[in-house]
């Protein structure tokens, strides 16, 4: 039987419309209407104040100009010094003069500083110098329970290198250069170390060498971690080698033996 035009028509339809659907489907979303809108980026609030402030353009890119007093705040960490020049474009500032970094745990100083804003990184060079404070002790502690290790660096911990790496977000010091750590008279050297402020975890990496203020106990080793978490103290150190020493017992003295003399004989004439 002969197919009649109407029914050939209706057939064609069908088969443009399936064909017409699965070109549609096989183009992206974003081809058949309104793209979607990007993203928008987050924005962190920086604060700053100075005596002197001023703007200069280098090419496109705008730069702030502090100085005197300087002071930028970017969450719980302050930075201090006497000059500062903030560049726009990759959201970075060079400080110089008397340079502080510091948050209610730690105090970083050195010659010349580098913020990195959206990495939550200073860098600090020549003459770097931490100052570490244990974690304060919770309100109704009582100072009644034995002294451990953490109580006897209650002075907080000095450290000193010539260049540091802080992520003051995350509250890590990278110190990729020769370290020195002090606290009281002990001190502890080492070529390169990782403070976790947060963790209150020091981890020394290199020719670590150690001596307490009596040079009583002195040791070397590769590799050394230091935890001085409340009720979490420990040291620990790969294949070191060292040397401490012990009290001798005093011997009792004895009593010097008697002795009788015998008169001499006269001799006689």
């Known amino acids: ?65 502090l100085k005197g007093n300087v002071k930028f705040v970017q969450g719980d960490t302050a930075l201090l010094a006497d000059k500062v020049d903030y560049r726009e474009s990759t959201d970075t500032a060079i400080a110089t003069g008397n340079l502080k970094i510091y948050d209610d745990r730690d105090t970083i100083t050195g010659d010349t500083c580098t913020m990195n804003f959206e990495e939550k990184k200073g860098t600090l060079a020549g003459n770097v110098r931490i100052v570490a404070k244990p974690k304060p002790k919770p309100q109704g502690s009582s100072d009644s329970k034995p002294k451990s290790l953490k109580s006897e660096w209650k002075d907080g911990l000095v450290i000193t290198c010539d260049k540091v790496d802080y992520y003051y977000k995350e509250k890590k010091a990278v110190i990729p250069s020769p370290v020195t750590m002090v606290q009281k008279s002990r001190t502890v050297t080492a070529d390169s170390a990782i403070y976790l402020s947060k963790e209150e975890i020091i981890q020394l990496v290199g020719s670590v060498k150690g001596r307490d203020e009596k040079d009583r106990h002195s040791f070397s080793a590769p590799k050394v971690t230091i935890s001085i978490k409340e009720n979490d103290e420990w040291i620990t150190a790969e294949k070191a080698t060292g040397s401490f020493y012990v009290k001798e017992k005093e011997e009792e003295s004895k009593p010097a033996e008697k002795t009788t003399e015998q008169p001499a004989e006269k001799s006689g004439t």
């Open 1 to 65: 039987m002969k197919m009649n035009q109407r029914a050939k028509w209706r057939i064609g339809s069908a088969i443009a419309a399936t064909i017409g659907l699965a070109v549609v489907s096989a183009v992206p979303a974003a081809q058949q209407g309104t793209p979607p809108k990007p993203a928008e980026p987050k924005y962190t609030e920086i604060k700053y104040s100075a005596d002197m402030t001023s703007y200069r353009w280098d090419g496109e890119d705008r730069i702030l100009v």
